[in-house]
């Protein structure tokens, strides 16, 4: 059984910074990539960066260009988003997710439940003075 479970949020002023961290558990090699979205306080969800498992490739959402890394250990099965120059707008519950034999790309930022059938518990990150 694949699980993910998300570690790092907290509370940051702006233009601090945050780790984020999604350790992974049970994948397999037909899990491609995995990656994290946020939702705000009412607002929809939205797709924030993934990574392929294979090859590295990295995708982000306009937002959070040149702020967000999203990066990959994959001896701790671990994938991690680092969040520089936060800002109020970036608070949010942060997840991490997965799919079968879901590809990195722009389509998997997205991508829901239908596709995306392995969701972490979800992390805050409140960004405020």
């Not at 233009?15 to 939702?39: K, M, N, P, V």
């Not at 991508?111 to 805050?124: I, K």
Request: aromatic letters at 10%; proline letters at 2%; glycine letters at 12%.
């Amino acid at each position: 059984q694949v699980q993910l479970v998300e570690s790092g949020g907290g509370l940051v002023q702006p233009g601090g910074s945050l780790r984020l961290s999604c350790e992974a558990s049970g994948l397999t090699s037909d899990y491609h990539a995995i990656g994290w979205f946020r939702q705000a306080p009412g607002k929809e969800r939205e797709g924030v960066s993934c990574i392929s498992s294979s090859d590295g490739s990295t995708y982000y959402e306009d937002s959070v260009k040149g702020r967000f890394t999203i990066s990959r250990d994959n001896a701790n099965n671990t994938v991690y988003l680092q969040m520089n120059s936060l800002k109020p707008e970036d608070t949010a519950v942060y997840y991490c997710a997965t799919g079968f034999r879901i590809v990195a790309g722009r389509a998997f930022l997205s991508m829901g439940y239908r596709y995306l059938e392995v969701w972490g518990q979800g992390t805050l990150v409140t960004v405020s003075s």
